[in-house]
């Protein structure tokens, strides 16, 4: 893929990242707090926050003196959710026969910035045991699947030293630990076409994802395989080919819409 070179409009940047100051954990922030956390001097803090909430981004309860996400961010909301909705729409049948075919569970991962999440999950009919997956949560990118396939298509390829200050957390004793083994990892990725973690999150269980890309060559998806592991062996190939036929026609589907809205 093309390496690209953006640069950054300083303002807008800041804003962002004040708006990402707000999270479950902390859904309400002074003017200090917001300041503490974006590392700007609190005057700088102050014109930016006026502005975000004159324009509905930010609630301030003058009561309290403290800042809240606005109401502006539920409109954006719903056009959000009717593109997940189609998406899923286009994948679920697909990524459901996945699920009974292997008797293993199946998702589909949207990928939005540098964000990956789950948007669809998929689990097999009359097995006894299965592994649930977290749909919308966070997972760590580089001991996860589709984590790896966003990590080498959205930061590795447009900065190789993007890694270099990464911090790692230890899941297992396979978890991956240093940068190097992480890009040695990602290049293999990139040779095979797909990505495949076993036991790197959790012990005894693995996953295997596929890249769905769009008309620009752009990481717009994955489409993944959760199992446990000792199940992998007598699966592997076709389960491979399978994942690598379902991610051919969600990237078809997608890249129709587009032609369309185009």
């Known amino acids: 893929m093309e390496k690209q070179s953006v640069k950054l409009i300083q303002s807008v940047q800041r804003s962002i990242d004040i708006l990402n100051c707000f999270t ?7 003017l200090n707090e917001i300041s503490q956390r974006v590392d700007l001097n609190i005057n700088t803090t102050r014109g930016l926050i006026n502005t975000l909430t004159a324009n509905g981004l930010l609630i301030h309860d003058k009561t309290n003196n403290i800042y809240s996400l606005g109401f502006y961010f539920m409109g954006k909301a ?18 459901d026969a996945i699920a009974n075919k292997y008797h293993i569970s199946a998702s589909l991962q949207m990928v939005n910035q540098n964000q990956i999440y789950s948007i669809y999950c ?22 996860t699947s589709s984590g790896k396939l966003l990590m080498l298509y959205n930061l590795y390829d447009n900065d190789e030293n993007a890694f270099d200050n990464l911090e790692f957390k230890q899941f297992t004793p396979r978890t991956i630990m240093d940068a ?29 994802a596929v890249p769905i890309f769009d008309l620009s060559n752009q990481l717009i998806a994955t489409v993944s395989a959760t199992f446990f592991v000792h199940s992998l062996p007598a699966i592997r190939d076709s389960l ?21 809205k185009g």
């Open 180 to 208: 190097e083994t992480l890009k040695a990892n990602l290049e293999e990725v990139r040779r095979n076409k797909y990505a495949c973690e076993l036991e790197e999150f959790a012990l005894g269980v693995g996953s295997m």
């Open 24 to 30: 479950d954990a902390s859904p309400r922030l002074s």
């Open 240 to 260: 491979l080919i399978d994942l690598k036929n379902i991610a051919a026609t969600v990237s078809d589907n997608f890249c129709n819409i587009q032609k369309n």
């Open 122 to 143: 998929a689990y097999p009919i009359n097995t006894a045991y299965y592994i649930i997956l977290s749909e919308y949560s966070i997972l760590p990118k580089y001991a």
């Open 78 to 95: 719903n056009v959000i959710q009717k593109q997940v909705e189609s998406y899923i729409t286009m994948s679920k049948g697909l990524v």
